[in-house]
């Protein structure tokens, strides 16, 4: 399988022409991307359940999406996401998505994730919040 890299820059100005046509619509579909995304890895990290979010923590660093991330039960806490740009909102919307999708892979049911602060606010990291449905 291919792989293609897209630097912050190219990231952000994606995220500027989106949201220039769609205006905050577009953000469900940067979500619907990070799910899509996080599928593989999810999947990859399956494979050895007992290091689930090790592995899945392992992934995302290694594709260039965080610098380190901490999984908790309810809460994920990230440095370094590549979608933070200054914002007066939260901007981790793909890595929304693919915690999402981690967190509904291995617990096996519908979960809603949150991004409550966010470095593009002006916070040192970004937390979510892990939610079952």
Do not use: N
């Not at 994920?76 to 590549?82: D, L």
């Not at 981690?102 to 990291?125: D, I, L, N, Q």
């Amino acid at each position: 399988m291919r792989s293609v890299k897209i630097d912050q820059a190219e990231l952000r100005q994606i995220k500027e022409l989106y949201e220039g046509v769609m205006s905050h619509a577009c953000h469900g579909l940067f979500f619907k991307e990070g799910s899509v995304i996080g599928v593989g890895m999810a999947d990859e990290a399956l494979k050895d359940r007992a290091k689930f979010f090790e592995r899945a923590g392992q992934l995302l660093k290694e594709r260039g999406w965080v610098e380190s991330i901490t999984f908790g039960d309810r809460d994920v806490v990230v440095k370094g996401s590549i979608e933070v740009a200054p914002s007066d909102i939260p901007t981790c919307h793909r890595l929304r998505g693919m915690l999402r999708e981690f967190y509904e892979r291995f617990k096996g049911g519908r979960v809603k994730c949150t991004e409550e602060m966010c470095a593009s606010t002006g916070h040192p990291e970004c937390h979510f919040r892990i939610e079952e449905l």
